[in-house]
């Protein structure tokens, strides 16, 4: 992330850079804070990609 973003300190700031910066002044509050948010879209993805397979015929299964 560093490498594409540029890692301009105030200017190009990406998420998981910010997290690197909260932990590495011991801010672990934020740095959980941030880390949480990060995590929300793929736990949103995760259920929907669940909802969705389940939603699906399986259609590689064999009838016996």
């Known amino acids: 992330t560093a490498q ?3 890692l301009i300190h ?3 700031d990406a998420m998981p850079l910010h997290f690197e910066i909260l932990y590495n002044e011991y ?3 934020g740095a959980f804070a941030v880390a949480a948010l990060l995590c ?3 736990l949103v993805n995760l259920a929907l990609k669940t909802f969705a397979d389940g ?7 064999r009838a016996h």
């Open 4 to 6: 594409v973003s540029g």
């Open 10 to 12: 105030g200017e190009t």
């Open 27 to 29: 801010n672990i509050v």
């Open 40 to 42: 929300l879209p793929a």
């Open 55 to 61: 939603a699906e015929p399986d259609l590689g299964r």
